[in-house]
């Protein structure tokens, strides 16, 4: 069985590039992408005093590339809201001349102006998030109480309940927090450990970008290569809502303040979704992530040595064959129409050869941290479908064995670098 892929549902983002000379192939999906958005209502309008609230800082935690990018685009906006960054590498900021630089491939884009705040290391040794924030502010931090109205938050998955405990304090029931290339998991792990109370947790928005961006140093550059789009929603406070069709439905100002911010934003191309739609593409993208990652970290190969090879295809069809059973059993996906057709076990293989073909000299950013001994973000994609799976009462055998594998491969590398250390 073959199914014609439908660009839609191939989000060409997140692969880390390597020696590109050419334009990235998403531009052309982009474009269909924009003609095939669904048709939601622009956000409501904000007055001008609304615009010039005190509140308008814009934060953004996370100092990776996302979020320093996020960061480039909010303040080359038509009116550059005021942007706060929170970051523990206060050091690099300073050494990188307090600047955000973006390569745009025939001239570098330089924005000044940011302010910056420190946000202090987590203390493994604390009973709550915020007895961690008063023992390390009392360590010489500088501990800021100013309330945040709206973050983009940006930092690995793996480390994102940590740092959001460390400024738990400073967010409230009309704060705004846009998760950015989280996964569909992350909600869950932060309503649990963060904020557990559902009447004075903040909003939720959702995103993920297609965009093709990495660093490169020793001067931290943002290198982006043709165009990209930004998909986001919002997720109702009340769970009988997932259903609507109104992403806007019952936003808050700094909801609605933050729509209005990105759209004026250069490069970042919003396109908003209801939430069940964005939760169909975010799973299609999790699908491609889940199998392209850890199998090009562990072989150690670019994308495209993936196909045309027997025996990664047999591997490869019984990782999708788990993924597909997971996610078309979902129980949040009930009532999605054509759900057993868009998961087809045969659509979801050519829908991952389609993307490693198509970006057959990249490298995937799980392969990268690999070889640079980094720590793997592959809970959010492989894990995530084990954990639905035990769930649902399905095991996920090979997905299991594929994500020890590609931690082993991980943990070899360090071991080995480390051992490489000259002693002193």
């Known amino acids: ?150 973050i983009i938050v940006a930092t690995n998955y793996t480390n994102t309940v940590r740092a959001l405990s460390r400024i738990q304090h400073r967010l409230h029931k009309q704060s705004t927090i846009l998760f950015l290339q989280q996964g569909p998991g992350i909600i869950a792990e932060v309503n649990e450990h963060v904020f557990p109370d559902p009447e004075t947790r903040p909003n939720y928005m959702l995103g993920f970008l297609t965009h093709t961006i990495y660093t490169r140093r020793p001067v931290p550059t943002i290198h982006a290569h043709g165009l990209g789009t930004t998909y986001l929603t919002t997720i109702p406070r009340d769970p009988s809502q997932t259903q609507s069709s109104h992403p806007y439905e019952d936003s808050t100002w700094s909801t609605l303040y933050l729509f209005h911010r990105l759209q004026t934003s250069p490069y970042v191309k919003p396109v908003v979704f209801p939430y069940l739609q964005f939760l169909v593409l975010q799973l299609e993208r999790l699908a491609i992530r889940a199998v392209i990652g850890p199998l090009t970290a562990i072989f150690d190969c670019l994308n495209g040595e993936l196909l045309d090879n027997g025996r990664i295809d047999r591997v490869m069809r019984l990782q999708i064959s788990e993924i597909s059973l997971v996610i078309r059993s979902l129980p949040e996906l009930r009532g999605v129409p054509n759900l057993d057709t868009r998961f087809d076990p045969d659509r979801l293989e050519t829908m991952i050869a389609t993307v490693a073909r198509t970006t057959s000299n990249h490298s995937s950013s799980m392969r990268q941290n690999t070889n640079d001994g980094n720590h793997l973000q592959i809970a959010s994609t492989t894990g995530y479908i084990i954990r639905r799976g035990e769930e649902l009462g399905i095991r996920c055998t090979m997905n299991f064995m594929i994500m020890q594998m590609a931690l082993a491969k991980s943990l070899v590398v360090q071991q080995r670098n480390s051992r490489e250390l000259p002693l002193r």
């Open 1 to 150: 069985m073959s199914y014609q892929v439908n660009l839609l549902t191939v989000p060409w983002a997140d692969w880390r590039v390597d020696n590109v000379t050419s334009p990235s192939p998403m531009a052309a999906g982009n474009r269909m992408l924009k003609r095939m958005a669904p048709e939601v209502k622009p956000p409501p309008k904000l007055s001008a005093a609304d615009e010039n609230l005190p509140n308008g800082t814009i934060h953004v935690l996370g100092f990776a590339t996302v979020g320093r990018f996020m960061a480039h685009c909010l303040a080359g906006g038509r009116k550059r809201p005021p942007i706060t960054l929170i970051t523990t590498k206060v050091q690099e900021w300073e050494d990188a001349g307090q600047a955000i630089r973006l390569d745009r491939g025939d001239v570098v884009y330089i924005r000044r102006g940011f302010k910056i705040e420190e946000l202090p290391p987590w203390s493994p040794t604390s009973t709550s998030p915020d007895q961690t924030a008063k023992e390390s502010f009392s360590k010489g931090g500088i501990r800021v109480d100013k309330p945040i109205s709206q």
